[in-house]
């Protein structure tokens, strides 16, 4: 399976999912890519939350993961897709226009 658009934050989601399933479950080692399909950006903070309750991780461990990879590209949790895209929409506008004015 071939990820869409894949970002560098995609990239090390996959990594630190590929060290978390060769410790935890490697017989989940070739749904990885389905699931950073699946969780990618806004919803890797769910992501953690349920592995580490799955899998009954030490709260430090599950932190350090999120730690790991957390796309900064998603500052906004929404589970409506069309307010996340407005939000993400907007901090694009506002950071092009910081851009310009500091120029």
């Known amino acids: 399976m071939v990820l869409p658009t ?8 996959h990594e630190t999912l590929e060290d978390f399933y060769t410790q935890h479950r490697q017989t989940n080692m070739s749904n990885i890519n389905a699931i950073v399909t699946k969780y990618r950006g806004h919803m890797v903070p769910h992501l953690w939350a349920q592995l580490s309750l799955k899998y009954n991780l030490a709260p430090l461990e599950g ?33 092009h226009e910081g851009v310009g004015a500091a120029n």
């Open 63 to 95: 932190l350090e993961l999120l730690g790991r990879s957390l796309y900064l590209s998603a500052p906004f949790e929404y589970r409506e897709q069309e307010r996340q895209t407005e939000l993400e929409d907007t901090l694009a506008e506002a950071q």
């Open 6 to 13: 894949v970002r560098l934050q995609d990239i090390v989601l």
